[in-house]
């Protein structure tokens, strides 16, 4: 497909638990956005990539938190040890450059239980 | 810091009504783009349209239109003879200059509901 990609579609893990998701953006996509949804909320930024540089990550709310993009295109969020506030929307996006509109994925959905 | 604030909660309508979602945003820089998106239940955010802060014109797309207002700081977005296919959560968005990388500080959303 020419969106962008995330999987998996729903995750649910016991709390402790490591999980990685995953984000292929739109080919070509220079820049890469992660976002956090919580539950009737707006999405809340966590960390940007420009190509495989991460140039921002001042919202990933915790050390458990990590994403890379060794490649500059698929990327992948980890979390460790998860907890329950972990449980969420994580949505990805893409854009061709820094000013141009990103384009979301359909989010994984983590249940943490 | 920047803020993006979505007044309105839940919005609901009958269908062929028409209705505006209000998005008031804060921030002290002079560069700086405005976005809409959709989220319909399926959940993902659909590109609606980017304004930048220069450009004051409003902006007509079908039976949508955005009227932006920097003397008030508001990003307004009007649907007219809306549809039930219309009901969706709608989200304002902003986003700074280039050294800030564009990130998006999204407001609270609201939910506009279409009544057959």
Redesign the interface.
């Not at chain 2, 990388?101 to 959303?109: A, D, H, I, K, V």
């Given at each position: 497909g020419a969106g962008v990609s995330q999987s998996p579609r729903y995750k649910v893990a016991k709390r402790g638990q490591d999980v990685a998701l995953r984000c292929d953006p739109i080919s070509g996509h220079v820049?890469l956005?992660w976002?956090q949804q919580a539950l009737g909320?707006?999405?809340?930024?966590l960390t940007?990539f420009?190509n495989e540089a991460q140039?921002?990550k001042s919202?990933l709310p915790s050390d458990r938190f990590f994403a890379e993009r060794p490649e500059g295109s698929v990327s992948t969020l980890k979390i460790q040890r998860t907890q329950q506030e972990d449980s969420a929307?994580y949505?990805c996006?893409s854009?061709l450059a820094?000013?141009s509109?990103?384009?979301?994925?359909?989010?994984t959905?983590l249940s943490i239980l | 810091a920047q803020k993006?604030t979505q007044a309105q909660t839940e919005i609901s309508v009958v269908e062929k009504e028409d209705v505006t979602l209000d998005c008031v945003y804060e921030t002290r820089d002079t560069t700086y783009?405005l976005?809409w998106?959709k989220q319909p239940p399926?959940?993902?955010?659909?590109?609606l349209i980017?304004r930048n802060s220069f450009d004051e014109q409003n902006e007509i797309s079908g039976r949508y239109s955005w009227n932006f207002q920097k003397s008030t700081s508001s990003f307004n977005f009007t649907i007219t003879a809306s549809q039930v296919v219309d009901s969706a959560v709608y989200?304002c968005?902003l986003s700074l200059g280039?050294t800030s990388?564009?990130?998006?500080?999204?407001?609270?959303?609201t939910q506009l509901t279409v009544n057959p």
């Open positions: 820049s956005f976002y909320q707006g999405p809340e930024f940007y420009q140039l921002d919202g929307v949505l996006a854009s820094w000013s509109p990103q384009h979301f994925g359909d989010g959905r | 993006v783009y976005f998106y399926s959940g993902e955010l659909v590109f980017r989200f968005a280039e990388g564009s990130r998006l500080t999204f407001g609270e959303g």
